[in-house]
């Protein structure tokens, strides 16, 4: 079943010009429409089915700091005060609580390398506090086990993944720029070398700034153009259960299982490296990309089934800009949950918390996460098509540092100087010498 989401009303009339468009409606794209209409552009939002409906509000709701890549890490310190600022600017609800992370192990290598990044943390200003076995103990307590040492990141926390893109996109047009849902964008539009329009099944917008935000879709949508951008999905569930017994931290990670608090005083149950690999035709033309991370990564995923080739956000056809395109056939991408998966979630959360014993089992779900050969998202301009800036692939940690992309992405287009070094985040990091030509179109 679908995951949980707040639905909202959109904008009924698709405007005739925007200074810029959104293609995306998830974490990343709803922020950076936020952030370049506070600045007081006129922007369009563009979502194919509703607003945060894909891995937006399928994934663990964290936003986080510790142990991230040293790529990511200035952007989710920054992230974690715009959560803040948001709603202190906007007066919307996205969930946002600095609750704290707490991770527990019994393994001496993980948590020397949990030491090793505290260290790396204190070099950039961020806080993480290691435990040993009677401060893991305390913290750890709703467990009750014995543990020899654990992390506390006291200024980490989470968010409502089924209200945080939808409370910005409500932000959005509050500040007089409009979202539409249910309106897949099918194509671009250029006069003399850069972008002039983005086409939709409603009708066309004229711009000349595009961000493309589409997450999974990302690829697919950009070879309609001629641009390769290397892309795999990675289908992930989660387990919902209905509020347990006894004080059970926020959000607790352990090799075992990580469980976060929803909003409803439920939990979420997830463990990091049990995903499908569903093969797809892009996939195999990516394969060269992504052989090194899978090679490394082998232990941590399983080969799927044939959702990847029936969803079909990972064509590789090219569509016309009359027709109906894959967006419009799948407004939602909703693949089956893992039912093994589902059973060791279930089985592992119950025998690390008793007080999850009891606890109903509400809903399951999967998504995909869509991933890149490093691991870290793309966030900037396509040198070979003017007007164009990507902000995707963020490779299971969009949601977290969603704000701080968001607010990347504005810095970009306007040409100020970005809240973050942007460098490591270039799309064009893939690209092969020669690989330059778009497509004409």
């Known amino acids: 079943m679908r995951a949980p989401l707040h639905l909202i009303e959109s904008t009924p009339t698709l405007p005739a010009h925007a200074d810029a468009v959104v293609i995306g409606g998830g974490i990343v794209g709803v922020f950076s429409a ?19 409906a894909e891995q937006s509000c399928r994934n663990w709701g964290w936003c986080r700091q510790q142990n991230r890549d040293a790529r990511e890490l200035p952007l989710s310190t920054k992230s974690l005060d715009l959560w803040e600022a948001f709603a202190r600017d906007s007066g919307e609800d996205t969930g946002f609580s600095r ?31 290691m435990l040993d076995a009677r401060q893991a103990g305390e913290r750890g307590a709703a467990t009750g086990k014995d543990w020899k040492g654990g992390v506390f990141s006291p200024t980490d926390g989470i968010a409502d993944p089924s209200r945080a893109a939808p409370a910005v996109a409500k932000a959005i047009m509050a500040l007089g720029s ?16 850069r972008l002039s329009a983005v086409v939709t099944e409603a009708g066309s917008i004229k711009t000349k700034v595009v961000v493309m935000a589409g997450g999974a879709w990302s690829s697919s949508f950009c070879r309609q153009f001629g641009y390769s951008f290397p892309q795999a999905s990675i289908r992930s569930s989660i387990v919902a ?44 033309l990516y394969s060269r990309h992504f052989l090194p991370m899978f090679a490394r990564r082998w232990r941590s995923l399983a080969p799927g089934g044939f959702e990847g080739l029936r969803s079909g956000h990972e064509t590789l056809k090219r569509w016309t800009l ?9 407004r939602i991408l909703d693949p089956r949950p893992d039912p093994r998966a589902v059973r060791i979630m279930l089985q592992r959360a119950r025998d690390l918390l008793p007080g999850l014993k009891t606890a109903p089992v509400t809903a399951n779900w999967a998504g995909y996460i869509d991933s890149t050969p490093d691991g870290v998202p793309a966030i900037g301009p396509v040198a070979s098509l003017p007007g164009l800036i990507m902000a995707t692939g963020f490779s299971g940690h969009g949601f977290g540092i969603g704000p701080g992309a968001g607010h990347l992405v504005a810095d970009i287009v306007e ?10 985040y270039s799309p064009d990091r893939f690209r092969r010498p020669g690989d330059t030509k778009v497509a004409e179109f």
Not at 263 to 276: N, Q
Not at 322 to 330: G, K, Q, V
Not at 416 to 424: H, L, N
Request: hydrophobic fraction near 35%; include cysteine.
């Open 178 to 193: 409009t979202v539409h849902q249910t309106c897949a964008a099918r194509g671009l539009e250029t006069e003399g070398g």
């Open 322 to 330: 009359d027709a109906p395109t894959p967006m419009e056939r799948i």
């Open 34 to 52: 936020y952030y370049l209409a506070r600045r007081g552009h006129k922007v369009a939002l563009l979502e194919k089915g509703a607003i945060g």
């Open 99 to 129: 609750t704290g992370l707490l991770y527990l192990s019994n393994d001496e290598a993980e948590l020397a390398g949990w030491a090793k990044w505290r260290d790396f943390a204190k070099t950039v200003g961020v806080t993480t506090h």
């Open 415 to 424: 040409g100020t100087p970005p809240i973050v070094e942007a460098t490591a």
């Open 241 to 284: 259960l209905g509020p347990g017994q006894g004080e059970i931290p926020a959000a607790l990670h352990t090799k075992a299982i990580s469980i976060t608090r929803r909003g409803d005083g439920g939990h979420t149950l997830a463990i990091s490296g049990m995903g499908r690999l569903d093969p797809t035709f892009q996939h195999l």
